[in-house]
């Protein structure tokens, strides 16, 4: 098989042609203040991972050269925050004399992401910068502690993001990460959205369920698993024939894998400890779980529907509940998954009660449109979606994901459960 290797995974060109039905900002929610996290941006695809922390510090430099009339390793002239509160930078700059600044990585409602250069590690990382607002600063604060209390537990800091550092400047709290690859979800899109190998989304798939274990052994739920909130370690790849493809045009022969199934889980600002009061939205929409539509209250299981969800995009390459509305999204689950069951139905909460009428799901009749009803009726259920990109192991994943995607949040499989699931356990045998 022709095999060729490359090095660089690149990020700020990449195609930024938008799923079949786009994203929309509001289907990322409002979290309680006490759970907001920092950043939320989609685009970034490659900032995280920490390790023990550092002393906080704001660095200037009196004995160093001058450049400009600023020390060659100190701070820049102080700028004004922009309206939003956003850090005013530019390229070359140092923040702090420890990190000099090379290119914008992205933004988000809670801050920037910036390349820099590590003076001290001599390595490239990743800043986020939150905004110089209260409430994202006390947010940041928050997600530190949880960072941290992950790092204390993740000795090898294989699972999680570990914090490296962080420190206070000019009222912005930043936060030091790794640099790392893309985020799986950046890699589906600048692979034109074809699928991974069923070899790779096992491997991926496991090391999400371990990482899934682990937080929840520590009484912590993510609330927001999503392609975008993975990283790949390593941005290498390799092209590989597209067999399925290769009847449409020379482009299309290869297609880019990954070179490493190495990933990280990122982004804990909205994460929560279990036992809290857990009725609020969360996870991004098209990860979102039933009981949370329904606003039954959720816990731990949460999470492992969102895995669900993730491990069929990475399959299929697009996601699964392509949708924006609730009525939609639940009459989606019905097409793929068979029928909401009726103590479910019969629970759900004020806000969601226009989705029920007579016992059962309001659809098509509460349907916005014909477009939404051509939407959902063009879904086929789980099984047929998965042998359709699936050329082994079809049965075990179908087995595993009704595992993973039951509706009752207590009849799904915990992450410890689908670990010794056979589309796992059964290819460790063969080896």
């Given at each position: ?54 002393a906080p510090l704001e660095h200037t430099t009196s004995s160093s050269l001058l450049v400009k009339g600023v020390a060659q390793n100190g701070s820049p002239p102080r700028r004004n925050d922009d309206k939003d509160g956003h850090y005013m930078f530019a390229i070359g700059d140092n923040l702090t004399s420890c990190y000099k600044i090379h290119n914008k990585m992205g933004e988000g409602t809670f801050g920037q992401v910036l390349e820099c250069w590590d003076r001290e590690r001599k390595e490239m990382v990743a800043i986020k910068i939150i905004r110089g607002i209260k409430k994202y600063r006390e947010a940041a604060m928050i997600e ?288």
């Amino acid at each position: 098989m022709e095999m060729e290797c490359v090095v660089e995974f690149p990020h700020t060109h990449m195609d930024r042609r938008p799923r079949k039905r786009a994203r929309l900002g509001w289907d990322v929610p409002e979290v309680p203040k006490a759970q907001v996290g920092m950043f939320c941006g989609q685009e970034v695809g490659n900032f995280s991972s920490f390790a023990p922390a550092r002393a906080p510090l704001e660095h200037t430099t009196s004995s160093s050269l001058l450049v400009k009339g600023v020390a060659q390793n100190g701070s820049p002239p102080r700028r004004n925050d922009d309206k939003d509160g956003h850090y005013m930078f530019a390229i070359g700059d140092n923040l702090t004399s420890c990190y000099k600044i090379h290119n914008k990585m992205g933004e988000g409602t809670f801050g920037q992401v910036l390349e820099c250069w590590d003076r001290e590690r001599k390595e490239m990382v990743a800043i986020k910068i939150i905004r110089g607002i209260k409430k994202y600063r006390e947010a940041a604060m928050i997600e530190i502690e949880v960072l941290q209390q992950l790092g204390k537990h993740d000795k090898g800091g294989n699972r999680c993001v570990q914090i490296r550092n962080w420190f206070d400047y000019r009222n912005h709290i930043c936060i030091v990460f790794e640099k790392l690859g893309p985020s799986l979800y950046d890699f589906l899109r600048k692979n034109n959205y074809r699928s991974f190998p069923i070899d790779l989304v096992r491997e991926i798939g496991r090391q999400l369920l371990e990482c899934v274990a682990f937080m929840h052994d520590l009484r912590m739920i993510h609330t927001d698993l999503k392609p975008e909130n993975i990283l790949l370690v390593s941005p290498e790849y390799v092209k590989v024939p597209d067999y399925k493809n290769s009847s449409r045009s020379p482009s299309s022969y290869f297609k880019k894998v990954p070179k490493s199934s190495a990933i990280k889980v990122i982004d804990f600002g909205s994460s929560t400890y279990e036992g809290q009061d857990l009725n609020y939205i969360v996870s991004t929409r098209h990860y979102r779980a039933p009981e949370v539509i329904f606003g039954l209250g959720w816990s731990y299981p949460c999470d492992i529907w969102s895995v669900g969800c993730i491990l069929v995009e990475l399959c299929t390459g697009e996601a699964l509940f392509q949708t924006h509305e609730n009525l939609e999204h639940l009459a989606m689950m019905e097409r793929v998954l068979g029928s909401l069951p009726q103590h479910m139905l019969k629970k759900v909460d004020r806000h969601a009660d226009k989705y029920v009428r007579r016992g059962r799901l309001d659809w098509p009749d509460g349907a916005t449109s014909r477009e939404s009803i051509k939407a959902v009726m063009k879904l086929p259920r789980l099984q047929n979606l998965i042998m359709q990109h699936v050329d082994h192991s079809a049965g075990d994943l179908t087995h595993l994901l009704q595992g993973l995607l039951r509706y009752d949040p207590s009849e799904r499989l915990t992450a410890r459960e689908a670990l010794m699931h056979s589309f796992f356990t059964r290819n460790m045998l063969r080896r």
